[in-house]
């Protein structure tokens, strides 16, 4: 290990039942992977999620830097991203305009379609919509998904740390 030695502590964390919403995650999933025609790629990697046995996630983490939790007996803890980033998708919508709802709160008019590279599917075809479902609120939820071993621009893999894509500060 380099010198380092490994440093061993107790920590309580918060997690997602995924195992308790299972159940409703495949009911969701199979009706929105047809209706929305989902890539083969993203219906395997979710299959593969949800076939190998869905287990508590953890959405915390022990870190200096993220979105702190909002409850006191978790003060020393932030949210991992990829529980707290799919939820800006609502939150910069809602600081946009306060008609966010008519996206976000509305199923049966609105088609969420996402296009991304394999390593995010997990996290946008189980994490987000099980946090949604299990919410018990009227959400809308991803409908069609796109996806690739990875993301091409022009002539190269999308990269955000080698500065290859567009993004946001750009447009």
Same mark, same amino acid.
């Given at each position: 290990?380099?010198?380092?030695?490994?440093?061993?502590?107790?920590?309580?964390?918060?997690?997602?039942?995924?195992?308790?919403?299972?159940?409703?995650?495949?009911?969701?999933?199979?009706?929105?992977?047809?209706?929305?025609?989902?890539? +083969?790629?993203?219906?395997?990697?979710?299959?593969?999620?949800?076939?190998?046995?869905?287990?508590?996630?953890?959405?915390?983490?022990?870190?200096?830097?993220?979105?702190?939790?909002?409850?006191?007996?978790?003060?020393?803890?932030?949210?991992?991203?990829?529980?707290? +980033?799919?939820?800006?998708?609502?939150?910069?919508?809602?600081?946009?305009?306060?008609?966010?709802?008519?996206?976000?709160?509305?199923?049966?008019?609105?088609?969420?379609?996402?296009?991304?590279?394999?390593?995010?599917?997990?996290?946008?075809?189980?994490? %987000?919509?099980?946090?949604?479902?299990?919410?018990?609120?009227?959400?809308?939820?991803?409908?069609?998904?796109?996806?690739?071993?990875?993301?091409?621009?022009?002539?190269?893999? %999308?990269?955000?740390?080698?500065?290859?894509?567009?993004?946001?500060?750009?447009?």
């Amino acid at each position: 290990m380099c010198g380092t030695t490994p440093i061993i502590k107790s920590t309580r964390h918060i997690f997602l039942d995924l195992p308790n919403i299972k159940d409703r995650l495949d009911t969701w999933m199979a009706e929105s992977s047809v209706k929305g025609n989902w890539s +083969a790629n993203a219906v395997q990697l979710t299959n593969g999620w949800i076939q190998g046995g869905l287990k508590k996630r953890c959405i915390t983490r022990d870190l200096k830097w993220g979105t702190p939790v909002p409850d006191p007996a978790f003060s020393d803890k932030v949210f991992y991203v990829w529980f707290d +980033a799919p939820i800006g998708y609502i939150s910069i919508t809602a600081n946009y305009t306060d008609n966010w709802e008519q996206w976000w709160k509305n199923p049966d008019n609105v088609d969420l379609y996402q296009f991304m590279g394999k390593d995010n599917v997990p996290f946008h075809t189980v994490i %987000f919509p099980s946090s949604l479902i299990g919410s018990k609120d009227n959400y809308t939820l991803l409908h069609h998904i796109s996806t690739t071993e990875y993301l091409n621009y022009e002539d190269g893999k %999308f990269s955000k740390s080698n500065g290859i894509g567009v993004f946001g500060d750009s447009i």
